[in-house]
């Protein structure tokens, strides 16, 4: 792992500046304006006014600048030996909440400061930072269950009945009141045992869900390379299996979602930023444009039970363009919102609405929502967006009528004012007349 000015691990960052999480690591707190300092050693570099997020697994800095997410770092819990005691006094009044840790470094060690000098729950954060520490999460997953054998073993054996006057290993079956005693102990016993089993099965199922969840967003990112790579002579089979694969690790979830909890202050930046990265495979399968309540619906199932408001998506979507992301949020004129990639063109859109418009049978007889959305592949309610705003662009003309909106072609650019009645011979108005007079 390369690691910034020979200190600590660099972290891995996503476009939209949220930290790459490893394996069963999950998001505790977080402190904005944040610096970290140490007197032990002169070349320690500068790190200032930067955010600082609180895992089970790391302490993550990341600068606060976006462009200079290579400069973000990690330092595992694992390396801290020892986290002093904040003091009490009247000097710590009037200072920047801190805390001061050792960590073991390249076979040195070296006592960091984190200085808290923006807005944030930095009460909350002390407590959490320590039990994180004591908790030694990174380890669980080594933990093997060999010892569930044996006490499922041992318990097993209290719980045994058989009939006649001797027991299983031979003694004397007790009878009378002392048999009755010794019988509702078996029953308590049997139960604790129920409850214990219970318990493991419910811990191993939490554990098997966060290995899943990893899995899908592997899969998740090898199905959109996949998409990026592929060629047009795959076939329609594998492409729908495709689709149906990503539908269901869709509904998988996130690993660690942003909550109000955890965020503090910087809920909305930090939801923003996590809404940034998950909104990028829902747009490549909707061909770069979705509406906001299909990712609202998405992002919600996503979370599991940390569900958010449609206020809180809003606020988040708004807040894309101060940390310029890769997508960014629309308003059409109809008032329907919808999420977009920036490099999404609306002229490769009109060119082709212009090429389906032109053909003979939709010179004829027009075409509607419906035909545009199977033609562009995404929603009708989409296309019918789309073809709403060729028309403010003089591309198509619209004819309402009982059966609903139909659009054709725009022929009054082609008409000559000073010769109403001149028929082209070439182009567009040439074609709606062939076509026309076919009927």
Same mark, same amino acid.
């Not at 006490?151 to 054996?157: I, M, R």
């Not at 790579?229 to 795959?234: F, G, L, P």
């Not at 920036?342 to 002229?347: A, I, L, Q, R, V």
């Given at each position: 792992?390369?690691?910034?000015?020979n200190?600590?691990?660099?972290?891995?960052?996503?476009?939209?500046?949220?930290?790459?999480?490893?394996?069963?690591?999950?998001?505790?707190?977080?402190?904005?304006?944040?610096?970290?300092?140490?007197?032990?050693?002169p070349?320690?570099?500068?790190?200032?006014?930067?955010?600082?997020i609180? $895992? $089970?697994?790391?302490?993550?800095w990341?600068?606060?600048?976006?462009?200079?997410?290579?400069?973000?770092?990690?330092?595992?819990?694992? /390396?801290?030996?020892?986290?002093?005691?904040?003091k009490?006094?009247?000097? *710590?009044?009037?200072?920047?909440?801190? %805390?001061?840790?050792?960590?073991?470094?390249?076979?040195?060690?070296?006592?960091?400061?984190?200085?808290?000098?923006?807005?944030g729950?930095?009460?909350?954060?002390?407590?959490?930072?320590f039990e994180?520490?004591?908790?030694?999460?990174?380890?669980?997953?080594?933990?093997?269950?060999?010892?569930?054998?044996s006490?499922?073993?041992?318990?097993?054996?209290a719980?045994?009945?058989?009939?006649?006057?001797?027991?299983?290993?031979?003694?004397?079956?007790?009878?009378?009141?002392?048999?009755?005693?010794?019988?509702?102990?078996?029953?308590?016993?049997?139960?604790?045992?129920?409850?214990?089993?219970?318990?493991?099965?419910?811990?191993?199922?939490?554990?098997?869900?966060?290995?899943?969840?990893?899995?899908?967003e592997?899969?998740?990112?090898?199905?959109?390379?996949?998409?990026?790579?592929?060629?047009?002579?795959?076939?329609?089979?594998?492409?729908?299996?495709?689709?149906?694969? #990503?539908?269901?690790?869709?509904?998988?979830?996130?690993?660690? &979602?942003?909550?109000?909890?955890? +965020?503090? *202050?910087?809920?909305?930046?930090?939801?923003?930023? #996590?809404l940034a990265d998950?909104?990028?495979? &829902? /747009? %490549?399968?909707?061909?770069?444009?979705?509406?906001?309540?299909?990712?609202?619906?998405?992002?919600?199932?996503?979370?599991?039970?940390e569900?958010?408001?449609p206020?809180d998506?809003?606020? +988040?979507? $708004?807040?894309?363009?101060?940390f310029?992301?890769?997508?960014?949020?629309?308003?059409?004129?109809?008032?329907? @919102?919808?999420?977009?990639n920036?490099?999404?063109?609306?002229?490769e859109?009109?060119?082709?609405?212009?090429? /389906?418009?032109?053909?003979?049978?939709?010179?004829?007889?027009?075409?509607?929502?419906?035909?545009?959305? @199977?033609?562009?592949?995404?929603?009708?309610?989409? *296309?019918?967006?789309?073809?709403?705003?060729?028309?403010?662009?003089?591309?198509l003309?619209?004819?309402?009528? &009982?059966?609903?909106?139909?659009?054709?072609?725009? /022929?009054?650019?082609?008409?000559?004012?000073?010769?109403?009645?001149?028929?082209?011979?070439?182009?567009?108005?040439?074609?709606?007349?062939?076509?026309?007079?076919?009927?």
């Open positions: 792992m390369a690691t910034v000015n200190f600590f691990p660099s972290a891995s960052i996503t476009s939209s500046g949220r930290p790459v999480l490893l394996p069963n690591e999950v998001e505790c707190q977080l402190l904005s304006a944040v610096d970290l300092e140490s007197d032990d050693d070349n320690f570099p500068s790190f200032k006014s930067g955010l600082l609180l $895992t $089970t697994h790391r302490l993550l990341l600068p606060s600048n976006s462009t200079t997410h290579s400069n973000a770092i990690a330092i595992p819990l694992s /390396l801290i030996t020892h986290i002093f005691s904040p009490k006094s009247i000097k *710590a009044i009037f200072h920047s909440p801190r %805390v001061r840790f050792q960590v073991s470094l390249n076979s040195k060690s070296l006592v960091v400061t984190v200085v808290a000098r923006g807005k729950d930095w009460d909350g954060f002390l407590p959490k930072f994180n520490w004591r908790g030694r999460a990174w380890e669980t997953d080594t933990v093997g269950s060999s010892t569930d054998g006490v499922a073993t041992a318990v097993s054996g719980s045994s009945n058989s009939g006649g006057f001797y027991s299983s290993d031979g003694s004397v079956r007790l009878v009378g009141v002392a048999g009755i005693l010794r019988k509702e102990q078996e029953m308590w016993e049997s139960t604790d045992k129920s409850l214990q089993e219970a318990f493991q099965d419910l811990n191993a199922l939490m554990s098997k869900a966060k290995e899943m969840v990893m899995l899908a592997k899969m998740r990112q090898k199905l959109l390379s996949g998409s990026n790579s592929q060629t047009s002579a795959a076939n329609d089979e594998e492409m729908g299996s495709k689709e149906e694969m #990503q539908d269901w690790l869709l509904s998988v979830g996130i690993i660690s &979602p942003v909550t109000k909890e955890s +965020a503090g *202050a910087l809920y909305h930046q930090q939801l923003s930023r #996590q998950f909104v990028r495979i &829902p /747009l %490549v399968r909707a061909g770069g444009m979705i509406n906001l309540i299909d990712i609202y619906c998405l992002f919600n199932r996503a979370r599991g039970t569900l958010i408001s206020e998506l809003l606020q +988040a979507c $708004t807040l894309w363009e101060k310029d992301a890769p997508v960014m949020l629309r308003k059409f004129d109809s008032g329907v @919102m919808v999420i977009q920036k490099s999404h063109s609306d002229e859109v009109f060119a082709r609405i212009k090429t /389906l418009v032109t053909q003979p049978d939709a010179l004829q007889g027009g075409i509607t929502a419906s035909d545009a959305a @199977m033609t562009l592949g995404i929603a009708p309610a989409m *296309a019918k967006e789309h073809l709403l705003t060729a028309e403010s662009r003089g591309i003309c619209r004819d309402i009528s &009982p059966d609903g909106f139909r659009f054709y072609i725009n /022929l009054f650019p082609e008409i000559n004012s000073d010769d109403m009645h001149m028929v082209k011979d070439h182009g567009i108005y040439s074609l709606w007349a062939r076509a026309v007079s076919a009927l």
